[in-house]
């Protein structure tokens, strides 16, 4: 199935969620194959709440391999937080597609992430 008009869509579902980083990438938002969606990202911040500055890696994955790096072994210091995309740079997963973050070190990156599920 197509994705919708993201201009005009007939139904549109708000969410946030946060993940704590990994030295695995993990999905932090997926839009399935076949889901009839598209999401738009519209905030996503990252915190490094450890002891030692930690380097971050955001992606979008489209299952097999990845699309987009939106930000790679970014070094982000302790007790900082980085914006890496907002309501004046959206973006937007199609179908089959996921946003990725992975850490340099486990347990002192964490993501928050706000979206729309577009249908």
């Not at 490094?48 to 994955?61: E, K, M, Q, R, S």
């Not at 973006?91 to 996921?98: I, M, P, Q, R, W």
Request: proline share 3%.
């Amino acid at each position: 199935m197509a994705a919708p008009n993201i201009f005009n869509p007939s139904n549109c579902t708000l969410f946030r969620t946060s993940l704590t980083a990994t030295t695995v990438a993990a999905n932090l938002v997926t839009n399935s194959a076949n889901s009839g969606t598209a999401v738009r990202l519209t905030g996503l911040y990252i915190c490094n709440y450890g002891n030692a500055t930690a380097n971050c890696t955001l992606d979008i994955h489209n299952g097999t391999a990845v699309q987009s790096n939106l930000i790679y072994a970014l070094p982000i210091p302790v007790s900082g937080t980085i914006e890496v995309i907002s309501s004046a740079a959206k973006v937007h997963l199609t179908e089959g597609e996921s946003i990725r973050i992975l850490a340099g070190a486990n347990s002192t990156i964490q993501a928050t992430v706000s979206y729309e599920v577009l249908s």
